[in-house]
């Protein structure tokens, strides 16, 4: 073991502080509220307005799953364009530029979209546009530069924001639906309005990095304890591996640990999208009441919150790698819950655990990326990671859709699904931490 310092003893970093202590806390709540709604809104809220929008304009079942695929494509291939922006201009902006893209696809979705190809290019393009720019990587990169120690709850907390736009956003855009008897429009000048809102926020609370307050990253505790020495690829027991070396796109796609993640990525993508995109009209085929079917997404909400909260607290002190992939096979397990949701107690088991499996599994992937590669290169590289998992997983929905309109049957398109899940879970078992020619190097947490 090697030591830093002197005594045995770990040493903090001390911030300056501008008043009111470590701005890094209230930054949290400022990127959780955009996360929820450029993702939380625009997806599972989405999903409530967009059920409803299918049914008044009689689109085929395949049209409402490509509206999701290309969504996802395009956040993913603009995946890479953000990390750039964010290189240049910052993550604020990027937030605000993506922010401006929700309320604008919002608008058209409002009061332009009457046949199908415009539904796919207003919410598909424009609104994905809108997650790509708004949400997960510059909200995630920002909370990384701002969080050491406690980097894997900054993480979550984070994505908690979509889990709690999407538990409000539900049942409130419901609401609005039947309120305004079945006037799908209204609901999405409610998310017009969300969009604005987030823009302001960014605007007024987000800052890029510690420097711009005149502090450091919360935690930057530098000890000695359960710190493996340079080239010894042991990982202390109870401890979390991360990287102590810069890494660039060009040295991780050399790494299979890169594209077992990816696939890993892939997996848990799939499975999520592709039961998001179709519970609502799955689960009104199976006989359940708009109100049940409501609540039951709700409870999807929440248990993603508890997903990401659970992972944020375990994983910053056990490997996320192992609990990424229990968080996959739940998800697979619940897709084939959903093909024999016929009762409610079945309904609600299938989006629990859909719930807590996807939000834990988010913050897992975010979390080895970031402790794989590092703060410095995350933006990066799941910048050019997105792009490949995207665009597989993207396909799902508009796969499912397919099978339904040919087959007048989710089954076996879930089966599927859920097969190819378990699949990416397994393989992540072998997603060793990579190394820079030497030894892995390790931080203890």
Not at 39 to 47: D, K, N, R
Not at 84 to 95: D, F, K, S, W, Y
Request: charged residues 10%.
């Amino acid at each position: 073991m090697t030591q830093e310092g002197k005594g045995d003893h770990p040493v903090r970093a001390v911030a300056a502080t501008t008043g009111g202590g470590f701005y890094g806390w209230k930054l949290l709540i400022a990127l959780a509220t955009i996360v929820a709604v450029n993702l939380g809104v625009t997806f599972v809220g989405a999903s409530v307005i967009n059920a409803a929008l299918a049914k008044s304009l009689h689109l085929s079942r395949g049209t409402l799953g490509l509206g999701s695929t290309v969504y996802i494509i395009v956040n993913g291939l603009a995946a890479p364009i953000v990390a750039r922006v964010i290189a240049a201009r910052g993550v604020r902006l990027t937030l605000i530029i993506g922010s401006l893209f929700v309320a604008l696809g919002a608008a058209l979705l409002a009061v332009w979209v009457s046949e199908g190809w415009q539904f796919v290019l207003a919410y598909g393009l424009i609104v994905g546009l809108g997650n790509g720019f708004g949400a997960l990587i510059p909200a995630q990169t920002c909370a990384t530069a701002w969080f050491e120690s406690r980097r894997v709850l900054a993480l979550s907390l984070v994505l908690v924001g979509s889990g709690v736009g999407g538990l409000i956003s539900a049942p409130v855009l419901t609401n609005i639906i039947v309120a305004t008897h079945g006037d799908w429009r209204a609901a999405w000048y409610f998310v017009l309005a969300t969009g604005v809102l987030a823009a302001v926020v960014a605007l007024l609370f987000v800052k890029n990095r510690p420097s711009d307050r005149g502090q450091v990253p919360d935690g930057g505790m530098v000890g000695t304890r359960g710190r493996a020495a340079a080239g010894s690829g042991g990982v202390a027991r109870g401890s979390t591996y991360r990287t102590r070396e810069r890494w660039t796109i060009r040295e991780a796609v050399k790494t299979p640990a890169l594209w077992l993640v990816s696939l890993a990525a892939v997996g848990e993508s799939a499975s999520s999208t592709a039961a998001l995109a179709h519970a609502v009209p799955h689960l009104r085929d199976l006989g359940h009441s708009a109100e049940s079917v409501a609540a039951a997404m709700s409870l999807f909400a929440v248990c993603t919150i508890v997903g990401k909260l659970s992972i944020g607290f375990l994983c910053d002190r056990a490997e996320p790698r192992n609990a990424w992939t229990a968080c996959i096979l739940m998800m697979s397990v619940a897709i084939l819950v959903a093909t024999q949701a016929h009762g409610a107690s079945a309904m609600y088991l299938f989006t629990g655990m859909l719930g807590f499996g996807s939000g834990g599994a988010l913050t897992c992937w975010h979390a080895t990326v970031a402790n794989y590669f590092g703060p410095d290169a995350f933006a990066s590289i799941l910048g050019a990671q997105m792009p490949f998992s995207n665009a597989v997983s993207a396909a799902a929905p508009f796969f499912v859709g397919l099978v339904y309109d040919l087959h007048g049957s989710y089954t076996p398109a879930f089966f599927a699904v859920a097969g190819f899940s378990a699949f990416a879970a397994f393989m992540l078992l072998g997603a060793s931490p990579p190394t820079h020619g030497g030894g892995n190097k390790l931080e203890a947490t």
